[in-house]
Nanobody
């Protein structure tokens, strides 16, 4: 499956952005989807994930209550709504797809089979 992330940009602290990740090439609903981010000089870290049906969601503690992941299987798209953004949220955000059915695996980059190209989010203070 091919993944195309979009929606990044520059926003002030406290602002909001919505990232989108459009999938093509295979049956989107077969995949659980995740969002990861990577700040300069740091490792890629888990942000959020959603099961293939959308019935289960998972969040990193650092974004819980501020970010919301959702998906529209009819549009082959997963979203990441980011509210109350902080400067420490600045990073390149990546979407990824996995065939794993184990929610406990979704926090790990190794669980994912396909990755998008990333979209830059910059939060100014």
């Amino acid at each position: 499956v091919q993944l195309q992330a979009s929606g990044g940009g520059l926003v002030q602290a406290g602002g909001s952005l919505r990232l989108s990740c459009a999938a093509s090439g295979r049956t989107f609903s077969n995949y659980a989807m995740g969002w990861f981010r990577q700040a300069p000089g740091k490792e890629r870290e888990f942000v959020a994930a959603i099961s293939w049906s959308g019935g289960s969601t998972y969040y990193a503690d650092s974004v819980k209550g501020r970010f919301t992941i959702s998906r529209d299987n009819a549009k082959n798209t997963v979203y990441l709504q980011m509210n109350s953004l902080k400067p420490e949220d600045t990073a390149v955000y990546y979407c990824a797809a996995t065939t794993s059915r184990y929610g406990s695996s979704y926090r790990f980059t190794t669980a994912y089979d396909f990755w998008g190209q990333g979209t830059l989010v910059t939060v100014s203070s």
